[in-house]
């Protein structure tokens, strides 16, 4: 037999051991792809936790882009705010919690094309607050807001201390958005949490009120949908994405134009053992054509995101 013809016998036989004998999965890919599969099936129960005496305190940046253009005159209104607010935990009872809301510190600034920045704090006289701020300095004035929550973050309407879930609250019919008015939610910092155990990849769904002008004193409401996906869990946090719609019929760019600010996108973040959201953006990205008669443009565009902060005050800086 030749060197040749010896080769191929060789490599036929490596050949034929190759086919029957099929190497197996090693135990380190068999062991990640078992993981990847229990992760996919497990599945999270997102709450809110409170008790008596908590304080909360979160930070919010906000900056915020309006732009107007009529014809060739063109205008730029940008506008910041930063103010840390603390909410207190009155009482629990059930899965309703009572708490109130303080500003400890609100700082706001306006800009309005190349004019000279105004700027307002919360810690200025009465007679130092310029006068495009003088309501904002009213408001901080009165008395704190009290409101109750839900272990999923769903805002209670009422007053007496023995106040029951609204309609809204009540369980919905499958495949349905819980509604909630968002004026009677006042100063909220919770976004809704699923009903039930939800795996990475679960949706919930919620509807909310607005209203806006539709002519002199008149009022209308427009229901906003909003759509939440859990999107991964790490090492104890949840992840959450969200999207806003409107799921009214308008009529009129001068109704649209008033919910240009009205259905963000954004995501947040839940500490699910403490029960705690750590982090939440908000981000805006709209525009109306013709808010402002024919040949015209509306835009806004801006972030706002608030932070939990440490349960010691520190003082804020500009």
């Known amino acids: 037999m030749n060197l040749c013809t ?21 135990q380190t890919d068999a062991g990640l792809a078992d993981s990847v599969k229990s992760t996919a099936r497990q599945t999270w129960s997102l709450r809110y936790q409170f008790h008596p005496g908590q304080q909360l305190r979160y930070q919010s940046l906000q900056q915020m882009t309006l732009e107007a253009q009529v014809g060739e005159n063109h205008r730029v209104d940008v506008s910041q705010v930063r103010q840390v607010r603390r909410y207190g935990v009155s009482e629990t009872n059930g899965d309703l919690t009572k708490l109130s ?11 309005v094309d190349e004019e000279p920045a105004v700027e307002f704090r919360s810690s200025m006289k009465a007679n130092e607050v310029p006068e495009v701020f003088k309501n904002v300095a009213h408001s901080l004035r009165g008395a704190a807001p009290v409101f109750r929550v839900t272990a999923l973050g769903r805002s209670v309407t009422g007053t007496s201390d023995s106040v029951q879930p609204s309609s809204a609250d009540a369980p919905a019919a499958p495949a349905a958005a819980p509604v909630r008015d968002a004026s009677a939610d ?11 155990e939800t795996a990475v990849g679960g949706t919930w769904k919620e509807e909310f009120q607005v209203q806006v002008r539709g002519g002199e004193n008149l009022q209308l409401p427009v229901q906003i949908l909003r759509t939440y996906r859990l999107e991964a869990v790490e090492n104890g946090i949840a992840r959450v994405t969200f999207r806003s ?39 805006w990205n709209e525009t ?22 440490q349960a010691v005050a520190e003082p804020a800086a500009n």
């Open 6 to 26: 010896l080769l191929t016998v060789i490599l036929l036989a490596l050949q034929d051991n190759s086919a029957g004998s099929p190497t197996a999965p090693s």
């Open 101 to 111: 809301m303080q500003f400890e510190d609100v700082w706001m600034q306006r800009q």
């Open 186 to 196: 006042p100063g909220s910092f919770l976004m809704l949490l699923p009903e039930t």
């Open 245 to 283: 719609s409107v799921r009214t019929p308008l009529r009129g760019t001068v109704i649209r134009s008033q919910l240009i600010q009205a259905t963000p996108s954004g995501s947040f973040l839940l500490d699910i053992s403490r029960g705690q959201m750590v982090r939440r953006e908000f981000r």
């Open 288 to 309: 109306v054509i013709g808010a402002l008669g024919p040949e015209s443009i509306l835009s806004s565009h801006g972030t706002q995101t608030d932070e939990l902060l």
